[in-house]
């Protein structure tokens, strides 16, 4: 039996279970055959048996949380764009933004979190909104938060240089007004560029509290084609965990049908022509009531 038969057959389903626990993701049947790839390319890397590889992964060292990094960037979809749908975007830019911040006018703050943030694309697209929709933005305490599991697109979210296809769709005037053009490549000019932090944070991981991540207050939080990758009771459980770190009136807004059939009976579900978007009730106990 060749080695990657051998691994197929005795430690796919641990594995499986293993990346469920530590990511969220959920590793289809269609996939299968990706995944035994992926881990066996890291296998050779490191010259290790499927079964020590599994003792690895398994442990809670540095050195396995380095290679999670590594098996991470492998099992990840990055694909992200600029403005990516333009009727959520719409939505953003003409009822949501403009209510929370008339709503927040007497504080001029304002805390907006991009979950499963890549590259950085759809934080900086919020950057732009902000700034065409809030002249007195150096008035205003803005915080834009994008957070990844995966350390190297949070690395080039940092360094805001993008390829044309990030640009897809993207309104020429805002191509010319917010980036620089770097060779064959964009770059986000600073004034927008500073506003983002990027940072890592697992979204599955129990309790955001117990990170630096400064996750919690938020006005809005958009987490969009990142639960298309997980299991159904870890949709569940990170729903709950975005309901807490919103603020009351706070909005969630997720990709279209990511999270239909899961119960969303703590929020206040709002359908508008564009798209669907969650809010955190003003009373909590009133919406289960
Ligand atoms: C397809 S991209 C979506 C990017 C952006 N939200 C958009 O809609 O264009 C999915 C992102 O979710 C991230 N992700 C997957 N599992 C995660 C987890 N457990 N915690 C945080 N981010 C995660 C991936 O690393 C990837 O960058």
Same mark, same amino acid.
């Given at each position: 039996?060749?080695?990657?038969?051998?691994?197929?057959?005795?430690?796919?389903?641990?594995?499986?279970?293993?990346?469920?626990?530590?990511?969220?993701?959920?590793?289809?049947?269609?996939?299968?055959?990706?995944?035994?790839?992926?881990?066996?390319?890291?296998?050779?890397?490191?010259?290790?048996?499927?079964?020590?590889?599994?003792?690895?992964?398994?442990?809670?060292?540095?050195?396995?949380?380095?290679?999670?990094?590594?098996?991470?960037?492998?099992?990840?979809?990055?694909?992200?764009?600029?403005?990516? *749908?333009?009727?959520?975007?719409?939505?953003?830019?003409? %009822?949501?933004?403009?209510?929370?911040?008339?709503?927040?006018?007497?504080?001029?703050?304002?805390?907006?979190?991009?979950?499963?943030?890549?590259?950085?694309?759809?934080?900086?697209?919020?950057?732009?909104?902000?700034?065409?929709?809030?002249?007195?933005?150096?008035?205003?305490?803005?915080?834009?938060?994008?957070?990844?599991?995966?350390?190297?697109?949070?690395?080039?979210?940092?360094?805001?240089?993008?390829?044309?296809?990030?640009?897809?769709?993207?309104?020429?005037?805002?191509?010319?007004?917010?980036?620089? %053009?770097?060779?064959?490549?964009?770059?986000?000019?600073?004034?927008?560029?500073?506003?983002?932090?990027?940072?890592?944070?697992?979204?599955?991981?129990? *309790?955001?509290? =117990?990170?630096?991540? *400064?996750?919690?207050?938020?006005?809005?939080?958009?987490?969009?084609?990142?639960?298309?990758?997980?299991?159904?009771?870890?949709?569940?459980?990170?729903?709950?965990?975005?309901?807490? =770190?919103?603020?009351?009136?706070?909005?969630?807004?997720?990709?279209?049908?990511?999270?239909?059939?899961?119960?969303?009976?703590?929020?206040?579900?709002?359908?508008?022509?564009?798209?669907?978007?969650?809010?955190?009730?003003?009373?909590?106990?009133?919406?289960?009531?």
């Amino acid at each position: 039996m060749s080695q990657i038969e051998s691994f197929k057959s005795g430690f796919s389903a641990s594995f499986g279970q293993l990346i469920a626990e530590q990511t969220g993701l959920a590793i289809r049947p269609s996939a299968q055959a990706a995944l035994y790839q992926k881990i066996f390319q890291r296998m050779q890397v490191l010259q290790l048996a499927s079964p020590e590889y599994y003792q690895l992964m398994n442990s809670k060292t540095s050195e396995s949380d380095r290679e999670w990094q590594h098996l991470i960037t492998l099992l990840t979809n990055p694909e992200s764009y600029f403005f990516r *749908d333009k009727e959520q975007f719409s939505l953003l830019k003409n %009822s949501i933004l403009p209510e929370l911040i008339q709503r927040n006018r007497s504080t001029q703050t304002l805390r907006i979190c991009s979950a499963g943030c890549s590259t950085g694309e759809e934080a900086y697209s919020l950057a732009i909104l902000l700034t065409e929709l809030l002249p007195d933005q150096e008035q205003w305490n803005i915080k834009i938060l994008g957070v990844d599991i995966n350390l190297e697109v949070l690395q080039k979210a940092k360094l805001g240089l993008y390829r044309s296809w990030s640009f897809r769709g993207v309104d020429g005037r805002i191509q010319q007004r917010y980036f620089q %053009s770097r060779g064959h490549e964009y770059q986000i000019i600073p004034s927008i560029r500073q506003l983002p932090q990027f940072q890592l944070l697992n979204l599955v991981q129990p *309790d955001f509290s =117990a990170t630096a991540v *400064d996750f919690k207050d938020m006005d809005l939080i958009l987490c969009r084609n990142v639960f298309i990758y997980f299991e159904r009771s870890t949709i569940c459980a990170v729903l709950d965990r975005l309901y807490h =770190a919103l603020n009351p009136r706070g909005y969630l807004l997720t990709g279209h049908a990511e999270v239909y059939d899961q119960d969303l009976e703590n929020f206040q579900v709002k359908v508008f022509p564009e798209s669907i978007i969650y809010q955190h009730p003003n009373d909590p106990i009133a919406v289960q009531e």
